[in-house]
């Protein structure tokens, strides 16, 4: 919002020379890329052909001087500005341990030290120029300021440290930590800004402040008038920020967190000095903050989030005069905004959500002289005919009949919008949108309509091309019957996938295990291949998957139960696994060589990742091998909340048998049942 440091050097040009061209008065040595040395050499004989006591103008910018050229700039006892902007002076590095001091220059208003390098500065840097009004210091590498930096500076008007680098040098930013990157920046005593009493333009803009630095902005001045704290990194609007009740211009644009926290209070101090403020891609959402900023008079709302613009906040800003609210998503608004901005001149609305020109906007639009409504997906309705029109000179063609209310005459001429200026205007930015015809139509160029209601909402047709409304009543029914079909459709498929998201995801789980397990090698996978052989014989009846802390139960309960009188084969991994093979070849080997798989399920046996997994591969195997033996022995019960998906999936689809724990009778009952089932899978 300060604009370039350019704008307040007006003896100097963008390269560093002079514009004025008075030898007895200013010295141009810029732009001669000139080393230490030669720049020396070269003062020291330009001093025995020049006065340099009448030297008031002094360029040294844009050389080769790596170090202050102090001694040089003593032989200019009288010299009232300075450039020595774009020398890459190595003496402020952090490196460096010799950093001198700019010398004794008692006359010395202005200092121009942009891209200069300057990385540490010295606590007495500034201390032998007293009379320092001007210090511009953008684009260099500072770090932090020290508390007596600005101690002797009592004169100093304008301080520019925009666009600091506080990351150092290129080639040591890419060494540095990325993330102390993001959350570190320019450090500042808190007090480092007391003695500048006079300071009106403080230019802190692209310069990303360390978190401590913001509480040095409580020392600044009561005249400081003009300040940008845009893209700073500024948290949130803190009230030491503007105790000073002084400020006439702030920029705040590019504070995410500033935007987010604003509220009724944010501005309360600065109620009766504010005038101009920016606040630009800084994600704001509403304008309830506004309220009582009754001397603004330019505000700046570009690239936010606004979506609605409401009279309340408007109707306090007396003063505005013009208004940016370009790059939102604002739409169209049915009532007057801006009938207390009677001073407002200007009003920028691009690239927006509007897809209306109402009769209130209208209305909003006639005191202004200036407008901006580009980028906008605009119908082609008679309101916007009518104002395109009007703007663009075309007012022999136009005949405004409607009246706005019941007390005005039909064939007054409502508005007065000729002397607008859309000063953003380019023909392939202000076509229409004809929905009927669903094509962008040149509004300049159709006919002009009566505006029947204070909408005038129905679109208008091409003068050339008009349809039947029949047709059109047709087209869009069709596409309203479509649209709600496919919207059903879509509304049903998001319910069945949300209600069966669990078998949906298992499913695809099976899936992948299928498709890993069909990279095993078979010749290591299978201990003996006989048993994939369609209709081979099986080496066991059944393989039992249990937990450890079942064992006692499976060897005393179970097995003499289904081995006696060798009517069964049992498979255990204690027992039958093959020694000297990988745990995982012997599951799926026994898997396999089993007629029927047997899951002893308790507790234990959901807590154990190998139970688990044989639990996962049984299910598995049966689909590849599209066997349905799986017999599931409950020993507990099971709480819901420790059931896992798969296990209660299991209990759905397969019958499952649950261990008594007391009764003989039951438990006679339970094995007679078990070996039924184990005898006819057999079979």
């Known amino acids: ?154 004169k100093l008007v304008h301080l520019d440290l925009s ?85 006439k211009m702030l920029d705040l644009s590019g504070n995410l967190g500033c935007g987010r926290a604003l509220n009724e209070l944010s501005f309360s101090l600065l109620r009766n000095s504010l005038e101009v403020l920016y606040f630009k891609n800084a994600s704001i959402f509403n304008l309830k903050w506004m309220s009582g900023l009754r001397n603004l008079r330019v505000l700046n709302l570009r690239g936010n989030f606004l979506a609605t613009l409401e009279y309340g906040p408007f109707n306090e800003l007396v003063s505005l005069e013009a208004l940016d609210v370009s790059n939102n998503f604002i739409q169209s608004w049915s009532c007057q905004l801006f009938a207390n901005n009677t001073k407002m001149y200007l009003l920028n609305a691009r690239h927006n959500n509007l897809l209306l020109i109402t009769t209130s906007m209208l209305r909003d639009f006639e005191p202004l002289k200036y407008l901006a409504v580009g980028v906008n997906t605009i119908q082609c309705t008679c309101n916007y005919v009518y104002f ?17 209310n019941s007390e005005r005459s039909a064939t007054e001429t409502i508005f007065s919008i000729e002397h607008l200026k859309l000063y953003d205007f380019d023909e392939a930015e202000y076509y229409c949108m004809n929905f009927t015809g669903k094509r962008r139509v040149n509004a300049i160029e159709l006919q002009i309509c009566s ?6 909402y129905n679109n208008i047709s091409e003068p050339a091309s008009e349809e039947p ?51 095993f090698n078979d010749d290591k996978l299978y201990l003996d291949k006989s048993a994939l052989v369609e209709e081979a014989p099986f080496n066991y009846d059944v393989f039992v998957s249990y937990s450890d802390n079942d064992r006692s139960w499976v060897l005393e309960e179970m097995l003499p139960n289904l081995e006696r009188e060798d009517l069964l084969t049992v498979c255990l991994h204690e027992r039958d696994f093959e020694v000297g093979y990988g745990i995982l070849e012997n599951i799926i080997s026994c898997m396999d060589r089993s ?53 209660g999936f299991l209990m759905k689809t397969k019958t499952y048998i649950k261990w008594p724990k007391e009764r003989t009778q039951e438990k006679e009952l339970f094995w007679k049942r078990l070996r039924k089932a184990l005898l006819t899978s057999k079979c």
């Open 1 to 154: 919002i300060l604009g370039s440091a350019n704008n307040y050097l007006p003896w100097l040009f963008p390269n560093g020379s002079l514009t004025i061209r008075s030898s007895s008065r200013a010295l141009d040595v810029s732009n001669l890329k000139l080393n230490d040395n030669a720049m020396e050499s070269v003062v020291d004989k330009l001093e025995t052909m020049l006065n340099f006591s009448d030297i008031r103008y002094l360029s040294l910018a844009n050389n080769r001087l790596t170090e202050l050229p102090a001694d040089s700039l003593l032989h200019f006892p009288n010299l009232e500005h300075l450039s020595l902007m774009y020398n890459p002076l190595k003496e402020f590095t952090a490196e460096s341990n010799n950093r001198p001091k700019i010398p004794h220059l008692q006359s010395l208003v202005t200092l121009d030290m942009r891209y200069c390098g300057l990385g540490v500065l010295p606590a007495d840097f500034f201390h032998d120029v007293p009379k320092l009004q001007f210090l511009f210091l953008s684009h260099n590498y500072i770090t932090k300021l020290p508390a007596p930096l600005f101690n002797r500076l009592n």
């Open 595 to 647: 007629r029927c798989l047997m899951l002893i399920v308790s507790e234990s046996f959901l807590m154990s990742r190998w139970c688990q997994f044989e639990m996962h591969l049984a299910q598995h195997r049966l689909l590849e091998t599209r066997r349905d033996e799986l017999i599931l022995v409950l020993l507990e019960d099971i709480p819901r909340r420790k059931c896992p998906k798969t296990l």
């Open 469 to 519: 409304l029949e047709d059109d009543v047709e087209e869009y029914l069709v596409i309203y019957v479509i649209s709600s079909l496919l919207v059903i459709l879509a509304l049903l498929s998001l319910l069945g996938i949300y209600w069966y998201w669990f078998y949906i995801k298992y499913f695809f789980v099976i899936l992948k295990n299928s498709a890993i397990l069909s990279f």
């Open 388 to 404: 395109l029109q009007m703007i663009m000179g075309n007012s022999s063609a136009v005949t405004p009949q409607t009246e706005l």
């Open 163 to 247: 666009y600091m680098d506080s990351s150092l040098r290129e080639e040591e930013a890419r060494m540095e930590n990325p993330f102390m990157k993001l959350i570190t920046g320019m450090d500042m005593d808190s007090n480092v800004f007391q003695p500048l009493n006079k300071l009106r333009f403080l230019d802190l803009s692209h310069s990303k402040l360390d978190l401590k630095a913001f509480i040095a902005l409580s020392s600044l001045g009561a005249k400081l008038e003009y300040v940008s704290y845009c893209y700073t990194d500024l948290p949130t609007l803190m009230d030491y920020l503007f105790q000073m009740e002084s400020i």
């Open 451 to 456: 505006r029947e209601d204070e909408g005038g």
